[in-house]
């Protein structure tokens, strides 16, 4: 009892197309991805303001770099339509609400009052905001003062430099890597890739030697004539190296020895 065994062949393998159209998205995600994070890094990180105060003004030191940081601005310079008092009165309340129970502001104001029920036209409020000097404010930022209307000062222009810098050194570090990796573990085979380089060198030829026999039609002849007596070259060469099968080996003669005294 034979039971039959059906036999597939083989699909002959095809180029997908989709697979170098998914590859050449992956490609293009990734290089957006190196640039987004490297705008992000730069942006972002206060490791750039550090090294550029670090060898430019601090003298090989951070010392002072919080306070180059900060711009003072003048209270004076608010516009009119704003209230400075609801301002100041706003600024006390977050204060006293950040700050631990060992504050100066907050143990007067704990004894009598909560939080929830601060005045800003009290008494209490009064006297905590004579305290501080409301004059001058600061905030982080690279301008210039009050007198020069608070212009970019030149650390804001380095600053933004070293940022640039840092982007494309970034992006050149990983694209280097990528490109090393790229070069260093192929991905096809050697003897494929020969194969491959054999295939498009013939291909090359095949096309050089149609258009120079459509060229010159007589080398079509001057070709053939060549191969034809190349072949008969050929044949004549491989005739004349066989063995003779028709001639029979010679009969060995042997010479009867007399002795002369017999």
Same mark, same amino acid.
């Given at each position: ?181 790229? /070069? =260093? *573990? ?5 003897? @494929? #890739?020969?194969?491959? !380089?054999?295939?498009? &060198?013939?291909? $090359? ?12 039609? /007589? =080398? *079509? ?5 060549? @191969? #034809?007596?190349?072949? !008969?070259?050929?044949? &004549?060469?491989? $005739? ?12 060995? /003669? ?9």
């Amino acid at each position: 009892f034979h039971v039959p065994i059906p036999i597939a062949r083989r699909a002959t393998g095809r180029r997908n197309s989709l697979t170098t159209l998914s590859a050449s998205i992956l490609t293009i995600m990734a290089k957006i991805t190196v640039l987004s994070n490297a705008f992000l890094i730069a942006i972002t990180s206060e490791y750039i303001p550090r090294q550029v105060y670090y060898w430019t003004i601090g003298n090989y030191s951070l010392n002072g770099f919080l306070n180059h940081t900060l711009t003072p601005f003048h209270s004076n310079d608010f516009p009119s339509i704003i209230n400075r008092t609801l301002l100041e009165c706003q600024f006390i309340e977050s204060r006293l609400i950040d700050l631990s129970k060992e504050s100066i502001f907050f143990i007067p104001f704990a004894q009598s009052y909560h939080l929830s029920y601060f005045d800003c036209n009290s008494t209490l409020a009064d006297e905590i905001r004579s305290q501080i000097d409301f004059s001058t404010c600061y905030y982080k930022d690279y301008r210039l003062d009050h007198a020069r209307n608070y212009g970019r000062s030149y650390m804001f222009y380095y600053v933004m430099v070293a940022r640039l810098a840092f982007v494309i050194i970034f992006e050149h570090f990983v694209y280097s890597i990528l490109f090393l990796v790229r /070069n =260093l *573990i192929s991905r096809v085979p050697r003897d @494929v #890739r020969a194969q491959l !380089e054999r295939c498009r &060198y013939l291909v $090359q030829q095949m096309y050089w030697g149609a258009e120079l026999y459509a060229q010159n039609p /007589n =080398l *079509i002849k001057k070709d053939e004539n060549r @191969v #034809r007596l190349d072949e !008969e070259h050929h044949e &004549y060469n491989r $005739q004349s190296t066989l063995p003779s099968l028709m001639t029979t080996p010679n009969e060995l /003669n042997f010479n009867a020895c007399v002795s002369s005294e017999l």
